[in-house]
């Protein structure tokens, strides 16, 4: 069983900057890849950005390319989301997940494909 605790969000005002922190549980965080997803009321579970085992491959949602960067910190059990430009369409819950996979270079970029989930964080842009 993996627990994932997200952390980070707030309230920022549109263009604005936020950095989202997921920290996991898991022995072997190196084995699982990692995604970012965010609902907001209303609407359907969005895919943000996703990541593979190493960091090195990385997949982004189109709305979000080029103001949000994903990474990851093996040694510290925690993968990141650094929001840029922040827009007040960017407002949403926004929750990390986990996937245990042997594939070395793959992103994972459905909500259907996570093993686990955390609580999910707010993050508020106003305009």
């Not at 609902?39 to 579970?45: D, F, I, L, M, V």
């Not at 992103?107 to 707010?122: C, E, K, P, R, V």
Request: charged residues 15%.
């Amino acid at each position: 069983q993996v627990q994932l605790v997200e952390s980070g969000g707030g309230l920022v005002q549109a263009g604005g900057s936020l950095r989202l922190s997921c920290a996991a549980s898991a022995r072997t965080f190196s084995s699982y890849a990692m995604g970012w997803f965010r609902q907001a009321p209303g609407k359907e579970r969005e895919t943000v950005a996703a990541i593979n085992l190493s960091g090195g491959y990385t997949h982004y949602g189109n709305s979000v390319k080029g103001r949000f960067t994903i990474s990851r910190d093996n040694a510290k059990n925690t993968v990141y989301l650094e929001m840029n430009s922040l827009r007040p369409e960017d407002t949403a819950v926004y929750y990390c997940a986990a996937k245990w996979t042997g594939a070395f270079r793959s992103t994972f970029i459905l909500a259907s494909q996570y093993d686990y989930w955390g609580q999910g964080t707010q993050v508020t842009v106003s305009s």
